[in-house]
């Protein structure tokens, strides 16, 4: 996205509201994404715990502690994410 706003002048509207991500966080955020696809269908849909401590552990999450903060981002992450769409979602 970022080439075709350079290409054109003009800045594609998900690539300007894209939020900032602070340096701390960035395993997370690639966490996150890299694990929606294992969410099953349909609304409000975890990302299962199994997939986040498959993730961990390749990763190198280690100890109760750390992996605990770790869920609770990713949970965190997924319910901004359903909290968006059900606000993009139109009306009955």
Same mark, same amino acid.
């Given at each position: 996205m970022?080439? +075709?706003?350079e290409?054109?002048?003009?800045?594609?509207?998900a690539?300007?509201?894209?939020p900032?991500v602070?340096p701390?966080?960035?395993?997370? !955020?690639?966490?996150? !994404?890299? +694990?929606l696809?294992?969410?099953?269908?349909?609304?409000?849909?975890a990302?299962?715990?199994?997939?986040?401590?498959r993730?961990?552990?390749?990763?190198?999450?280690?100890?109760?502690?750390e992996?605990?903060?770790?869920?609770? #981002?990713?949970?965190? #992450?997924?319910?901004?994410?359903?909290?968006?769409?059900?606000?993009?979602?139109?009306?009955?």
């Amino acid at each position: 996205m970022t080439d +075709l706003a350079e290409e054109s002048g003009e800045v594609p509207r998900a690539l300007a509201e894209r939020p900032a991500v602070h340096p701390h966080l960035e395993f997370e !955020w690639r966490a996150f !994404w890299s +694990l929606l696809s294992d969410r099953p269908s349909g609304p409000h849909a975890a990302i299962p715990f199994s997939s986040i401590d498959r993730y961990a552990e390749r990763y190198g999450v280690r100890g109760a502690d750390e992996f605990d903060r770790f869920h609770d #981002l990713l949970a965190a #992450l997924t319910a901004a994410l359903n909290e968006a769409a059900a606000a993009r979602a139109p009306s009955p």
